[in-house]
């Protein structure tokens, strides 16, 4: 018998990869998906989504579409998610954890006999990640205060007790700092997820993906950073805005080796009630990151500038170690280059793309999220 698989959120960016992987292994897909806006502009299912995959059109919140859809289900990957900047604190939680514990809930009352959970969390529950200061001890720094970037002074200060200046260091899965509403919910949704498929043997394996790129990540998702926003400036021929001093270090991982990483704790016992950090294992600064892109686009002679401003609740660097995930034989392949010329492939299928730089840039300005840097 072929197992079935339910992806939640499944005809999105990170899911339908994972579909069309399942589907190539020979496992059934079935995807339950409200196709919410914007991600899905006019609620239109996508054209990506392969004609194989079962298709169900409901909310993950909903107790009766739910378990229609778990039924004849072994394996559940929880991706549908509230991704945003919005101040709507308690839609995060209702989306990402009351939907975890609804889907644990089902399978314990219903007796469904799922084999596994797997649930996206996220970089953002490290928040601003672990330091050590000047005398090699270790910390998880807050998150600066707005004062501090309104004066543009960028790097995290020592706090009393600790000796700057502060270098930060890769964060592995002990550390749990979440700094804002959807990290938080990503921190519960895990735990959720962890506690109680260890409490009734569902083993359950908990995903903390860094910054995915790649092609089908919506031009509309709030979250979609600094690859959306850098490719549609040089498809544009503009100049991205580089925030802050451009040295803030992230973690960029493409979508293929995230679905690698997805296909592996699946079939691998060892993952079971684990937590994996899954990124991209070469820190880049945002300024390199546009220099990529640039390369890439062929916007030669390009030098990244300062643009004055930074964004409200913005971490400074942040960077997973990955070697719990190494451990188990992933690794991560592909190159931000590798990234960023998929990506290019995609933007060349939206013929409006000046419409969606400035939808971007409007929906920043709405939500108050760019700031400037106060003038001397
Ligand atoms: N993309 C990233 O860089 C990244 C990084 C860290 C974590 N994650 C997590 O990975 C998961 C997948 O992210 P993605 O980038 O594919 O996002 P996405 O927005 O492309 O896909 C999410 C899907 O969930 C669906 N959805 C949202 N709310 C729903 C609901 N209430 N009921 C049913 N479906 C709903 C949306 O319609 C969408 O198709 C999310 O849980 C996200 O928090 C993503």
Known sequence: MTTKVLITGGAGFIGSHTADA?????????????????????????AYLD???EFVRGDVRDERVLLDALRGCEVVYHFAAFQDYLPTFSRF???NVTSTALIYELIVREKLPVRKVIVASSQAALGEGSYRDATGRVLLPDIRPTAQLERGQWEIAAPAGYSGPLQWQRTDETVANPQNQYGL????????????????????????????????QSFYNAYSG?????????HLGREPMIYEDGQQVRDFVNVHDVVAANLLVLQDPRADYEMFNVGGDRPHTVSEFASAVAEVFGASGYRPEPCGKFRFGDTRHICSDVSKLKRLG?????????????????LATADNAAQILDYCNRQMAQLNVVRDVAKA
Do not use: N
């Open 51 to 53: 004609a194989r995959i």
């Open 330 to 346: 992933w690794q991560p392949t592909r190159t931000i280059h590798d990234s960023v010329t998929a990506y290019k492939g995609w």
């Open 22 to 46: 399942l589907l190539r292994e020979g496992y059934q897909v079935r995807v339950l998906d409200s196709l919410e806006e914007p991600v899905h502009p006019g609620h239109e299912k996508p």
């Open 93 to 95: 939680f209702d989306v």
């Open 226 to 234: 600094a690859c959306r926003v850098f490719c549609l400036s040089f």
């Open 185 to 216: 919910s990503k921190i519960a949704e895990e735990r959720v997820a962890l506690s109680l498929g260890k409490r009734y043997d569902i083993p359950s394996v908990a995903m903390r993906y860094s910054i995915v790129q790649g092609p089908r």
